[in-house]
């Protein structure tokens, strides 16, 4: 089986552009979650999306959002784009109401100048 | 409050087993015990989890004490490859949110 794919591995953007980022959770999987870690803050949560719909959400600005499609795939977009926002995005994908495993994938290294 | 304890770095002889401790004191009774790991700049990878009772899959052992208050991960024969950052979690199964704390190094050697 297929693991969690995202895309693109590595982006390097400006401040004030806007940046989408990609997954496609493991096969049958309908819950999709993002993280951003950092090195001075360690993983933290953004927002989990089940069937199409944002479930869960963590404490971040506006300028993060995201959305899932109806095969499970999810993107976020980071709008706006902050030096402090240069960080390892990963996803990560479970089961219907499982949290027991959370399956991630490579993660996008975004960096902004 | 950190909920778990574990050592900051450990070695390991390549073909040995890894033991790695984790301190659980004010694990709930509905918490499990999670464990993670996250090799150099990739994303974190699932290892084991478990309640009360000791578990084993293809990639490790939980074994978790009777007073649950703490367990250790085995790596039966630890490579190269599994040199990595090693996350002791607890949490409750309907907890969404994952948060790893500063974990365990673990340096497979040679």
């Known amino acids: 089986k297929a693991g969690v794919t995202q895309t693109p591995r590595y982006l390097i953007k400006t401040r004030g552009q806007q940046v989408t980022l990609s997954c496609s959770p493991i096969s049958g999987h309908r819950s999709v979650s993002w993280y951003q870690q950092t090195p001075g803050q360690g993983l933290q949560f953004l927002f989990e999306y089940f069937s199409e719909t944002q479930r869960n959400k963590g404490n971040f600005p506006g300028r993060f959002s995201g959305r899932q499609f109806s095969n499970s795939r999810s993107e976020m977009n980071v709008s706006t784009l902050e030096l402090g926002d240069s960080a390892l995005y990963l996803c990560?994908?479970?089961?219907?109401?499982?949290?027991?495993?959370?399956?991630f994938g490579p993660g996008t290294r975004l960096t902004v100048l | 409050d950190a909920k778990t304890t574990q050592p900051t770095s450990m070695d390991c002889a390549e073909g040995r087993a890894a033991n790695l401790p984790c301190n659980h004191s004010?694990?709930?009774?509905?918490?499990?015990v999670y464990w993670y790991r996250q090799i150099h700049s990739q994303g974190p990878q699932y290892i084991i989890h478990?309640?009360?009772n000791n578990e084993t899959n293809e990639m490790a052992s939980l074994i978790i004490t009777e007073d649950r208050k703490s367990s250790t991960l085995i790596l039966p024969h630890a490579t190269l490859r599994d040199t990595a950052v090693y996350y002791c979690i607890v949490k409750s199964s309907n907890d969404y949110k994952l948060s790893f704390g500063a974990g365990t190094t673990v340096t497979v050697r040679a």
């Open positions: 004010t694990i709930s009774g509905n918490e499990y």
């Open positions: 990560a994908s479970s089961l219907d109401n499982s949290y027991n495993e959370q399956f």
């Open positions: 478990g309640l009360k």
